[in-house]
């Protein structure tokens, strides 16, 4: 069974701290997805990163960077110098390769919030 | 309008009415989705629609009813609800491009149902 965990409920950091958002996955496709969405309080989600399986690559965009370890089944997602614009709800989703429904396994999100 | 738009934004509602959510996309994307988030709880899909045809029932009961009658629109009829389907109804689109596992979402704000 696919699963997605996020055990991070709540992280409250000071503004320019940085801050780690823990994702760890499983599933049993050798192929798949990884996703990072972020719902600020307007509700929306907002994709972030989309990475696939064969590719371990760290990436970074901006003050975003993405941790990707298959060894350890882990997606993490760092910010840099955070910002009260950072403070929202961060989600990790899975998706199996052929997954014909598009069907996205959500973690449960860690709710982040930067205070000035 | 762009991107994808959620009516009503929110709504209450008694446990014997009869209302409709609606979604409209202005993405051009080929399919659309119906997710369920509630408080404490992962994201849940409930239904996809790719090219209007419903791909995916995520075992939802059938007080919810989908109807999709264009790609551009989705609609979840709801009858005879619970208390325990209040919850953020939040509609997504996507482009199907043969790898739906690699489909990026793009979510409505969301429709925040209560029910008495």
């Known amino acids: 069974a696919q699963k997605v965990t996020q055990a991070q409920t709540e992280i409250s950091v000071v503004e320019k701290e940085d801050v780690t958002l823990d994702c760890v996955y499983e599933t049993r496709d050798t192929t798949y997805y990884l996703f990072w969405y972020k719902q600020p309080p307007s509700g929306e989600l907002v994709f972030l990163i989309r990475r696939n399986s064969f590719d371990e690559q760290n990436e970074i965009s901006g003050r975003y960077s993405w941790n990707f370890q298959k060894s350890t089944s882990s997606f993490n997602f760092t910010i840099t110098a955070s910002q009260v614009v950072d403070s929202a709800v961060y989600f990790c989703a899975l998706s199996e390769w052929y997954n014909q429904g598009g069907k996205l396994i959500f973690g449960q999100g860690t709710e982040l919030s930067v205070k000035p | 309008e762009t991107g994808v738009t959620q009516t009503p934004r929110h709504l209450v509602m008694g446990m014997t009415n009869k209302k409709s959510l609606k979604c409209e996309q202005h993405l051009g994307h080929n399919a659309m989705y119906w997710y369920k988030q509630s408080a404490k709880k992962p994201l849940e899909l409930m239904f996809v629609y790719n090219f209007k045809e419903q791909t995916e029932n995520n075992s939802v009961p059938s007080r919810f009813s989908p109807e999709c009658p264009n790609s551009s629109h989705l609609f979840l009829h709801l009858h005879t609800l619970q208390p325990e389907d209040s919850a953020l109804y939040l509609c997504?689109?996507?482009?199907?491009?043969?790898?739906?596992?690699?489909?990026?979402?793009?979510f409505g704000a969301g429709s925040r149902l209560t029910v008495l």
């Open positions: 997504a689109s996507s482009q199907d491009g043969g790898t739906a596992g690699a489909n990026v979402l793009t």
